[in-house]
């Protein structure tokens, strides 16, 4: 069975360009979520999706970001327009449950995303 | 908001050493507690976890233990091997906040 995955691994992109992430969930998934590290600091929560429905979305940091899950598969990460502080590892996880009490998730490899 | 700490961010061992890493949290209704382990170039991957009822859990080298009244969990690694060398992170408020991390270094 497939692992979650990312793409790509790595970008390079300008200040002022625009990236977009993708994260394919291990299939059969109904919970996706999208997380950054940046440079030696926490992993930091994003969003949370249920099939296509934002869940939670409150660890967006701004409208520069937009996150898609269109048909409850894979889902982007559009970052527009890029600013350095953008810069730092991207990871996506994806769980068959969510609860309280507690639930594994799985991380993809994570992408890699460097604002020059 | 919710606080994570982690100690120690780096610990350096020798190989068949213990090492331990200790993550204190501030949020009192957290009530599961993973460990992550995330290697070179890959995502963090569980490597155990506990619930709130239980207060030791063991899985061969790797054990957790669980202090709820002092609001602290800790990963423990017996007879360390080149290949624990990772970053591991705590997560007691899964999905939302993770512990800084601490990077643990084995050398043979």
């Known amino acids: 069975e497939a692992g979650v995955t990312q793409f790509p691994s790595h970008s390079v992109i300008e200040k002022g360009q625009t990236v977009t992430l993708r994260c394919d969930p291990i299939?059969?998934?109904?919970?996706l979520y999208w997380y950054r590290r940046v440079m030696g600091k926490e992993i930091k929560f994003l969003l949370h999706?249920?099939?296509?429905?934002?869940?939670?979305e409150s660890g967006m940091p701004n409208n520069r970001f937009l996150a898609e899950r269109t048909g409850g598969t894979y889902s982007t990460l559009k970052v527009q327009p890029a600013e350095l502080e953008d810069s730092g590892v991207y990871f996506c996880?994806?769980?068959?449950?969510?609860?309280?009490?507690?639930?594994?998730?799985?991380f993809g490899a994570g992408t890699r995303l460097s604002v020059l | 908001g919710e606080n994570v700490e982690q100690h120690p961010s780096t610990l350096s061992v020798q190989e068949g050493d213990s090492a331990v890493i200790k993550c204190t949290y501030s949020d009192s209704a957290s009530n599961y507690f993973p460990w992550y382990k995330q290697e070179l170039g890959k995502g963090p991957q569980l490597i155990i976890d506990i619930r709130s009822n239980v207060g030791e859990k063991k899985d061969q080298r790797i054990a957790v233990t669980l202090n709820k009244t002092a609001k602290h969990f800790s990963l423990h690694i017996t007879e360390t091997q080149p290949e624990d060398s990772a970053v591991y992170f705590c997560a007691p408020i899964q999905k939302l906040v993770f512990g800084t991390g601490t990077r643990l270094l084995v050398s043979p």
């Open positions: 999706f249920v099939k296509e429905s934002k869940q939670d």
């Open positions: 299939s059969g998934h109904d919970n």
């Open positions: 996880a994806s769980s068959q449950d969510y609860s309280p009490r507690g639930y594994i998730q799985y």
